[in-house]
């Protein structure tokens, strides 16, 4: 099913796997709506995808204020005329020991990682069930599966994504609404920069980078997920990369 014309809201747009799939949905035909803090980036991307011939729009958004998620939602209304998916990306990941108590950064993964994806759903589900239709999708990750040392929060607030996720998906299916994790393992990003751990940091990436799938990789699988006939709820993709052991 084409994916030419269909309004979709990106959190997280700014680097990474959100700003890739913001750019392979718009050459494909969507109409993408694009949401994160650093506005510099969002209009940077906003001139690549216009200048490919894409069509696009950017506002700043902090998915840690449900009334600035709720303002993204409704922007894509006001200029596209509806929302056919909305995809929860924002993230952030401080990977370290529990016992140094970096208790901000657990405050701020449950705002962003949990909380971020709650009000997505929140601005986007009464539109949706409005509509009769819509597709929900929010990065999980390998993480949302299994636990390590210093990944305890993280993991806990990806397990906690899985579990609103299937939720939804069982509350909603029957509205017509599709509901989607995409799970990935090591992806190349930005995101090992919020490791302020420089011993997890250092190891955390060195380890994934050699094998390290690409933001390109997690955009092909979305847009694969939002491509099929509205029948098909594919409910989760797992993607590692080939050589990732865990
Ligand atoms: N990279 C991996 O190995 C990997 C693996 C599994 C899952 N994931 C998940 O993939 C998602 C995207 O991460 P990425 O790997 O693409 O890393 P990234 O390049 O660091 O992207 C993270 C995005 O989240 C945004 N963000 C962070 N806090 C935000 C906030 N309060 N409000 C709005 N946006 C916020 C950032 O934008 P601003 O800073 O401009 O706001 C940025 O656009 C995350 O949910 C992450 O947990 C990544």
């Known amino acids: 099913m084409p994916i030419k014309n269909k309004v979709v809201v990106i959190t997280g747009a700014s ?3 959100g700003a890739a799939t913001a750019k392979e949905l718009a050459k494909q035909g969507a109409k993408v709506v694009l949401g994160a803090r650093r506005t510099e980036r969002l209009e940077q991307l906003l001139t690549e995808i216009t200048t490919a011939g894409g069509q696009a729009v ?6 840690t204020d449900h009334k600035q ?5 409704d922007l894509a209304v006001e200029k596209f005329g509806r929302l056919d998916v909305i995809f929860n990306n924002a993230g952030l990941m401080p990977l370290s020991k529990l016992h140094l108590l970096k208790v901000d950064e657990w405050d701020r993964m449950i705002d962003v990682n949990i909380k971020g994806v709650l009000y997505g759903i929140a601005a986007a589900l009464p539109i949706m069930r409005q509509q009769g239709s819509g597709q929900i999708i929010a990065t999980d990750s390998v993480a949302g599966h299994f636990v390590h040392p210093n990944t305890a929060v993280y993991a806990g607030t990806k397990f906690a994504v899985r579990t609103i996720m299937e939720g939804l998906r069982q509350e909603e299916g029957k509205n017509n609404i599709r509901s989607m994790i995409v799970s990935p393992g090591a992806v190349e990003t930005e995101l090992y920069s919020t490791i302020t751990d420089e011993k997890v940091r250092a190891n955390t990436y060195n380890n994934e980078r050699s ?6 990789d997690i955009a092909n699988a979305v847009a694969y997920a939002i491509g099929q006939p509205e029948n098909v709820n594919i409910n989760e993709i797992l993607l590692r990369p080939t050589k990732q052991p865990l």
């Not at 998620?69 to 939602?73: E, K």
């Open 15 to 17: 680097s990474g796997i």
């Open 58 to 63: 950017t506002q700043q958004t902090d998915v």
């Open 69 to 73: 998620v709720q303002a993204l939602v």
């Open 211 to 216: 094998y390290g799938l690409s933001d390109v």
